[in-house]
Nanobody, 122 residues
């Protein structure tokens, strides 16, 4: 049973924007959700996370002020708005459901989506 489905990735130029979506299931729609990314040859890293109510969020320092995480529980969807994209944002982006969120960290669960590729050209 698919729990998380990401979409919205693509190829953009530096400075442009993308919005990623993570569609949840009945099982995961009330979970904390985190967005991660993995670039070639690098470890997967957390980008942003949000609690199930949408009133607590966390951002990695590298994306603060450029990325915004939000959710629409009525649509079972979590979004990652990415503005002012840089070539170093190029990666496969994954969402994760059910992790432990604090104001300064998000520790993922074992529930992952399949990922969506984001490529930013210079």
């Amino acid at each position: 049973q698919v729990q998380l489905v990401e979409s919205g990735g693509g190829l953009v130029q530096a400075g442009e924007s993308l919005r990623l979506s993570c569609v949840l299931s009945r099982r995961t729609f009330s979970y904390n959700i985190g967005w991660f990314r993995q670039a070639p040859g690098k470890e997967r890293e957390v980008v942003a996370a949000i609690n199930w109510r949408g009133d607590t969020s966390f951002y990695a320092d590298s994306v603060k002020g450029r990325f915004t995480i939000s959710r629409d529980n009525a649509k079972y969807t979590v979004y990652l708005q990415m503005n002012s994209l840089k070539p170093e944002d190029t990666a496969v982006y994954y969402c994760n459901a059910g992790g432990a969120l604090t104001g300064t960290s998000y520790n993922p669960s074992d529930t992952w989506g399949q990922g969506t590729q984001v490529t930013v050209s210079s």
